[in-house]
Nanobody, 123 residues
Framework: QVQLVESGGGLVQAGDSLRLSCAASGRTFSTLAMGWFRQAPGKAREFVATISRSGGSTSYADSVKGRFTISRDNAKNTMYLQINSLKPEDTAVYYC????????????????WGQGTQVTVSS
């Protein structure tokens, strides 16, 4: 089993930056492909970014390219999401997820999820 805990969310203004963290435990972190997803008010959960087991390959949703950066530190069993130039439309609960398969941009491939961290962006 895998346990995931997100942190780093908060209430910020448009243009600000945040760094979200996801701490993992339960199995060797380097064997897990990881992803970030988010769920905005009134909308379904959607793909944000993914990162391969080694950290050598990443992917992003079109809406966040150029502003978000996903990374991981396998020595610390932690994944990160650096969010710059925040927009009101980024307001959502952000979830980290883990997969024993590939880092695919679909929530269907991620059996392990954290509890989420709220990001609220005011204009």
């Amino acid at each position: 089993q895998v346990q995931l805990v997100e942190s780093g969310g908060g209430l910020v203004q448009a243009g600000d930056s945040l760094r979200l963290s996801c701490a993992a435990s339960g199995r060797t972190f380097s064997t897990l492909a990881m992803g970030w997803f988010r769920q905005a008010p009134g909308k379904a959960r959607e793909f944000v970014a993914t990162i391969s087991r080694s950290g050598g390959s990443t992917s992003y949703a079109d809406s966040v390219k150029g502003r978000f950066t996903i990374s991981r530190d396998n020595a610390k069993n932690t994944m990160y999401l650096q969010i710059n130039s925040l927009k009101p439309e980024d307001t959502a609960v952000y979830y980290c997820a883990a997969s024993t398969y590939l880092a695919l941009p679909s929530q269907d491939y991620y059996p392990y999820w954290g509890q989420g961290t709220q990001v609220t962006v005011s204009s």
